[in-house]
T-cell receptor, first 116, second 115 residues
Framework: GAGVSQTPSNKVTEKGKYVELRCDPI?????LYWYRQSLGQGPEFLIY????????DSGLPNDRFFAVRPEGSVSTLKIQRTERGDSAVYLC??????????????FGEGSRLTVL | AQKVTQAQTEISVVEKEDVTLDCVYE???????LFWYKQPPSGELVFLIR??????QNEISGRYSWNFQKSTSSFNFTITASQVVDSAVYFC????????????FGQGTELSVKP
């Protein structure tokens, strides 16, 4: 695809439920990032993958959040026992290896999660 | 601690006016990188510029210009002759050395350009 694709674009769930958000990066991009953006705030870093491994997961808020990238392409962000405070837009970005260091990330349009 | 502050939450201008978006950052690092991103209503962030801490030259790209001043820890963004299509939320961000795509964003400034 031409850009970073995220699905679903919108997800409404109930408190306590499990949620998966998917990110399909730009073809050939080996680095993948997840950010979370609350209303009226800037994006906050969650996790960064280089290939299949998580190079930096220091931004994950707690152990209810987990992300995988088993084949080094598509990534899934998983949230267990969702809470109302998890409501936000979850942004995925990708970059070519090394160019992530320039900060030129290519972002998707995000998945808006609403926890009722 | 690393921090980025964008004190202007919202700015509204009339088309063709010039507008400056302020960004102040905090870091104790000597090597760091500063960025501006644009977030249109569709939601995806679009990279505009990167500047490293050793390069204080101002940059101009068409109607956009950036003023980096280490003495005041500021990296301000000016749009000349604004257009309706410039309406978006603009984010300033900071990255520490060797931290890949881990950006620290400010809260953003929502720019509204009215015809």
């Amino acid at each position: 695809g031409a850009g970073v694709s995220q699905t679903p674009s919108n997800k409404v769930t109930e408190k306590g439920k499990y949620v998966e958000l998917r990110c399909d990066p730009i073809s050939g991009h080996t680095a993948l990032y997840w950010y979370r953006q609350s209303l009226g705030q800037g994006p906050e870093f969650l996790i960064y993958f280089q290939g299949t491994g998580a190079a930096d997961d220091s931004g994950l808020p707690n152990d209810r959040f987990f992300a995988v990238r088993p084949e080094g392409s598509v990534s899934t962000l998983k949230i267990q026992r969702t809470e109302r405070g998890d409501s936000a837009v979850y942004l995925c970005a990708s970059s070519l290896a090394g160019t992530g260091n320039t900060g030129e990330l290519f972002f998707g349009e995000g998945s808006r999660l609403t926890v009722l | 601690a690393q921090k980025v502050t964008q004190a202007q939450t919202e700015i509204s201008v009339v088309e063709k006016e010039d507008v400056t978006l302020d960004c102040v950052y905090e870091t104790r690092d000597t090597t760091y990188y500063l960025f501006w991103y644009k977030q249109p209503p569709s939601g995806e962030l679009v990279f505009l510029i990167r500047r490293n801490s050793f390069d204080e030259q101002n940059e101009i790209s068409g109607r956009y210009s950036w003023n980096f001043q280490k003495s005041t820890s500021s990296f301000n963004f000016t749009i000349t002759a604004s257009q309706v299509v410039d309406s978006a939320v603009y984010f300033c961000a900071l990255r520490r050395r060797n931290q890949g795509g881990k950006l620290i964003f400010g809260q953003g400034t929502e720019l509204s350009v009215k015809p």
